[in-house]
Structure formats: C-alpha cells, structure tokens
C-alpha cells in the first residue's frame, strides 16, 4: 500500500494521517514534509531558541504519530490539532525558563557576514524577533499565528482554545504593542523617517 505523493498539496493532511494510521509509510513521509517546517517556524518564532524549537517540533510530529491509529476524521483539522500541541509544548517550556536565572545565559553571537541588504534582512528580523518578545505570551501566539503563519482567526481560536474575538482582540493588541517597540527604529532599520 506503499505510494508516493506530491508533498505540496495532492492529497488532505487528514487523508494523509489516517493513511499513516493504517500503515502506510510514505504518508507519514509526506506528511512530515508538509507540517514540520510550519511547526517548527512556529515554535521558533515562540521559544526564540533553534534547540528547543527542534525539540518542541520533534514531540508534536511524535505525538501526531501515537495519535494517528485512533484519529477521529472531521473532529478537528490535523494542522490546527497540531499546532495547539506546539503551543502547549511551547507554554510548558516557556513556563520552565522562568525559573532559569536569565544572566546565566549566553547572548547568542550576530556573526552573518554577506551584503548590506542581507544585514538590513537580519537586523529587521531580529528587531522583530525581540520585539515579539516582549509581548505577553498569548499576544506573540495570536501574532505569530496570525501574521507569519497564516492562520485565520477562527484556526487561532481553536489552536489557542479561546473565542475569535478574544484572537482579534490578542493580535490588535500585539499589533499595537509591535508597532510601539519598533516604532523609534524606523530610520535605523532603513524604513526611512522615524
């Protein structure tokens, strides 16, 4: 039973996942193409941390897979089900950190070389990246989610288990809180006037 797919989007991640579940080995391969980019940017842009994020990816697609025998088909979307386990991994881990004395940890080395653009490129994501970590915890989920993921509000409110006008209200907030940090940056970023 053994077939080969287009990874892109020939056949449903639902259909993909109940095929896993029955046996079918190049499933679970082009399912694992498919979601553990998108999971792992996710919980990167959450932990801030490659290592962890790697590891959080790793314990959702494992979880996808003991859960694949028995999925329910029509329940929930495997994405959105998937993504509420990274967030939940991520708020585990994130929750544990607290407790980690913050200067005890190394700040991690900048040493990209390459072009000006390619610094401008790093030194806007990185902006962004700090920025994001200074929203509340459930505001930088919606964000994230939201506006480099992709998701639409009510995949958010399922992922994040809250109701689509509390996920509007997170992301204006977010936005809102964004554009307050990064603002005073705008020349220095080469967005031009501040």
């Known amino acids: 039973m053994d077939m080969a797919f287009d990874v892109q989007n ?6 993909l996942l109940v095929l896993y579940g029955n046996g079918d080995a190049a499933a679970s391969r082009a399912l694992t193409l498919r979601l553990t980019p998108r999971v792992l940017g996710y ?3 959450i932990l801030n ?11 959702a697609m494992l979880r996808l897979w003991r859960i694949a025998p028995e999925w329910r088909q029509g329940e929930a979307k495997v994405s959105t089900w998937l993504y509420r386990v990274v967030a939940n991994l991520c708020t585990d881990r994130l929750r544990k950190r607290r407790s980690v004395d913050i200067d005890s940890i190394a700040e991690p080395e900048d040493d990209a070389p390459g ?6 490129a790093a030194s806007r994501a990185k902006a962004l990246e700090e920025a994001l970590q200074t929203l509340p915890e459930r505001q930088r989920q919606a964000v994230v989610l939201r506006h480099i993921e992709g998701l639409g509000n009510p995949e958010i409110a399922e992922v994040l288990e809250i109701s689509v006008e509390a996920v509007e209200s997170l992301t204006a907030r977010g936005k809102r809180m964004l554009t307050a940090a990064l603002s005073g940056r705008r020349e220095e970023l080469g967005y031009g006037d501040g």
Request: net charge negative; glycine share 0%; proline share 4%.
């Open 10 to 15: 020939e056949v449903s991640d639902e259909t």
């Open 43 to 45: 919980a990167s842009r």
């Open 49 to 59: 941390d490659p290592a962890e994020a790697e590891d959080v990816a790793q314990e």
């Open 115 to 120: 072009a000006e653009a390619q610094l401008q």
